[in-house]
């Protein structure tokens, strides 16, 4: 059964910071990984989506990286700000559905 | 504006109520989902439909019952049967292309007292 693990569960980090958020899974057979934002209260907001055969995608500040032979996925954020403040979630795709991890909550602080 | 629309916000009922929280889309997309999140987790699926007219359980889906008579619309119904029916619920959808990308509502905060 897959599971998937996000360390660490809570991070705080300065403004400017640049910080890596990791996940890992147990079946590399997976169709594709996608990273999502959560903020307090709120729902899901697609960030980046890695197809199985791609290694990474970037969006602005947002690099996200997966290596499927080693079950890893990390979310590099370049200099942080206040505003990424929230709980980011890595799910992995497999038989049409999504397995998610617990999360990472993020704190970037002024 | 395209998207996901959930109703209510927060719903409260007492114990031994069935209640029905709305999820509809307006993205033309195939399949939709319905996920549990308790505090300090990640989402569980509950159910999720591919097409209309058909849905599969998921991971948790005791005391909890779904219909799709229409593409844009996935109503879940929380039984009494659920034995902790308390959490936020997620509803979401896809289009059934190379990606599957899933793209999810606002969320729907159900207290049961």
């Known amino acids: 059964k897959q599971e998937v693990t996000q360390i660490p569960a809570a991070l705080s980090v300065p403004e400017g910071e640049n910080l890596v958020l990791n996940c890992s899974f147990t079946?590399?057979?997976?169709?594709?990984l996608q990273w999502f934002r959560q903020d307090p209260g709120k729902g899901l907001t697609s960030l980046l989506l890695?197809?199985?055969?791609?290694r990474e995608q970037t969006s602005g500040r947002l690099n996200a990286s997966l290596d499927k032979s080693s079950g890893r996925s990390t979310l590099y954020i370049a200099a942080s700000q206040p505003g990424d403040s929230a709980t980011y979630l890595c799910a992995v795709s497999q038989g049409g559905k999504l397995i998610f991890g617990q999360g990472t909550e993020l704190s970037v602080k002024p | 504006d395209g998207g996901i629309t959930q109703s209510p916000k927060y719903l409260f009922r007492k114990e031994g109520q069935n209640v029905t929280l709305s999820c509809e889309q307006n993205l033309n997309h195939d399949a939709m989902y319905w996920y549990r999140q308790d505090p300090g987790q990640g989402l569980r699926l509950i159910y999720y439909?591919?097409?209309?007219?058909?849905?599969q359980k998921g991971d948790i889906a005791e005391g909890y019952s779904v219909s799709r008579e229409k593409k844009e619309s996935f109503p879940l119904t929380v039984t009494s049967a659920q034995k902790n029916p308390t959490a936020f619920y997620l509803c979401?959808?896809?289009?059934?292309?190379?990606?599957?990308?899933?793209?999810f509502g606002p969320g729907t905060r159900l207290t049961v007292t």
């Open positions: 079946d590399s057979a997976i169709y594709n």
């Open positions: 890695i197809q199985s055969s791609q």
């Open positions: 979401a959808s896809s289009i059934q292309d190379s990606s599957y990308e899933q793209y």
């Open positions: 439909s591919q097409i209309v007219n058909d849905f």
